[in-house]
């Protein structure tokens, strides 16, 4: 992996924050995509919140793309263009938090603050057969302080590294190859039976169930309407198709009744279809989203209209992307 052998903590930085809540191998692309365009903090900074976030688009948990374009302006406003160089420091950044922080102060600083991702909290919880819940308060602190007990003198950044691929290609959460484990004669789990058991996490939150209507303008002149979503929520900044949300999935003649239609649009002489009959389920962490699309075929377009040629150039949800990418004019 590219970031593994730099030092330099704009990559690094880059690096960890896309890796935030994602995988390696849907992680790569972006991190390419983002130092081809942005080789610096400083053109990073330079570009727009709208560029950012078309670049970012599919990976999902925007605020990250956001305090990522907010913290480059701040080290190249504030800070000179020079990251900071120690643990605490790296926390006052925007989207910066434990993991990040430790990340770059070890790797890019050889500072003696232990890096806990996910991978390294499976190899320990294994290792010395640790039951407290991971993303409980106790276990934070139990996994942080136990970590920082076993960092090594020097090469912080290669230990931190080390361990971090040690969990990712090794101690795999589903499969791990312990006949091969160089640690198996002394691992607690694998001497216990509890490899599958451990790390143990609290459940998650329970998750809602959310239903989206999107009217899709579709005029003669091959214009759509696009609205940004301004208000605090997973699709900040983002752009979608007008939205009617219901309590329920809904069918087309309870649609067609709905009292905010004629809000949201002028339906006279139009025709409105359904796009798709049955819900595209879209899952977020906390969310569940049941969409439905709904043509609204019309003469002429409105003031605010903008061609569909034109529309993907504007960052929108993945669910979005992919109908327009399917929907055939």
């Known amino acids: 992996m590219p970031w593994r052998t730099s030092r330099n903590p704009y990559n690094i930085w880059l690096s960890e924050i896309i890796l935030q809540q994602t995988q390696v191998k849907q992680g790569l692309p972006y991190y390419e ?17 709208t560029e950012i976030l078309k670049l970012w688009q599919g990976l999902g948990y925007y605020s990250r793309a956001r305090n990522l374009h907010y913290t480059a302006k701040h080290i190249t406003e504030n800070l000179k ?42 190899v320990l919880a294994r290792y010395f057969g640790i039951d407290t819940p991971i993303n409980s308060t106790e276990g934070i602190k ?3 302080s136990l970590a920082q007990s076993l960092l090594p003198p020097s090469n912080l950044g290669d230990y931190n590294q080390a361990i971090m691929e040690f969990g990712s290609r090794q101690c795999k959460p ?30 998650k939150t329970k998750v809602t169930k959310k239903y989206f209507n999107f009217l899709v303008m579709n005029s003669n002149d091959q214009k759509t309407v696009l609205e940004q979503r301004t208000e605090k929520g997973i699709w900040q900044q983002l752009y979608q198709f ?35 009959t049955t819900d595209i389920i879209h899952k977020l962490s906390h969310q569940e989203l049941h969409i439905k699309f709904w043509i609204i075929n019309t003469t002429k377009s409105t003031e605010n209209a903008i061609k569909w040629s034109d529309i993907k150039t504007l960052p929108v949800p993945i669910v979005i992307e992919r109908f327009i990418n399917n929907f055939q004019l």
Do not use: M, W
């Open 174 to 203: 589903q499969s791990p190859n312990c006949n091969a484990c160089p640690l198996i004669a002394s691992c607690s789990a694998y001497a216990t039976g509890s490899i599958k058991k451990l790390p143990v996490k609290l459940k």
């Open 242 to 276: 007008p939205l009617i949300e219901t309590p329920s999935s809904v069918s087309e003649d309870a649609f067609l009744k709905h009292p905010e239609l004629a809000d949201k649009l002028e339906v006279s002489h139009k025709k409105i279809t359904l796009y798709n």
């Open 142 to 144: 139990q996994f942080k």
């Open 81 to 122: 263009g020079v990251f900071p160089k120690d643990y605490n420091s790296l926390l006052d950044l925007k989207g910066v938090g434990d993991y990040t922080a430790s990340a770059i102060a070890s790797i890019c600083y050889e500072e003696s603050v232990a890096v806990v991702d996910g991978n390294v909290y499976r």
């Open 33 to 49: 995509a983002f130092l081809a365009n942005y080789p610096s903090v400083q053109e990073l900074a330079n570009a727009s919140e």
